[in-house]
């Protein structure tokens, strides 16, 4: 999931997201890169929060209230959401400034600018790209190929270990 925490289609994905963590479990990772568009000023600010809170192992928990209340990331507004995580706030606010969460974030925009990603929320699957906040279905559909594909190449004998590997040799490297 390429994504923006101000924009407001990102934030109507996460129902979503939640949804098919329900439904499929174990069998869904997500992974989160960060896009903050430029015309969203406190979108990198909450990227780099939420990069300090994830040093935590308090990701999801910001992520959840960056989303929830995104409308309000002011500088004090997200230390108050990162409190609220559960984050330690003196190592928080350490963390925030450090070059390497930069990096991070901007590694993350460089991926996205590579793989054709151009706005949020962007969205790939095995390799298989869905642009915005789309219904559960479409996301289901996707998801349910390529289970299906992991079921057959496990079947004729690829181990579980390089499956995801395995997989990804055929994906596009963009859209």
């Known amino acids: 999931?390429?994504?923006?925490?101000?924009?407001?289609?990102c934030k109507r994905a996460q129902p979503t997201i939640r949804a098919l963590e329900r439904r499929y479990g174990s069998d869904l990772r997500i992974v989160v890169k960060h896009n903050p568009l430029a015309f969203h000023k406190q979108a990198r600010p909450?990227?780099?929060a939420a990069e300090?809170?994830?040093?935590?192992?308090?990701?999801?928990?910001l992520h959840e209230l960056l989303y929830e209340n995104n409308r309000?990331?002011?500088?004090?507004?997200i230390l108050g959401w990162a409190k609220k995580a559960g984050c330690e706030m003196s190592r928080f606010r350490s963390d925030q400034s450090k070059a390497t969460l930069a990096r991070r974030v901007d590694d993350d925009i460089a991926l996205a600018r590579r793989v054709g990603a151009r706005g949020?929320?962007?969205?790939f699957?095995?390799?298989?790209?869905l642009s915005g906040a789309q219904a559960e279905s479409a996301f289901a559909t996707v998801i349910d190929e390529e289970l299906a594909e992991a079921d057959r190449r496990i079947a004729s004998g690829t181990p579980q270990d390089l499956l995801y590997e395995t997989l990804m040799k055929g994906a596009k490297p963009g859209v």
């Open 72 to 77: 309000s990331l002011s500088d004090k507004d």
């Open 125 to 129: 699957i095995n390799g298989r790209f």
């Open 1 to 9: 999931m390429i994504t923006d925490f101000q924009c407001p289609f």
């Open 52 to 61: 300090a809170a994830h040093e935590q192992g308090k990701f999801w928990e």
């Open 46 to 48: 909450a990227a780099l």
């Open 120 to 123: 949020t929320p962007a969205f």
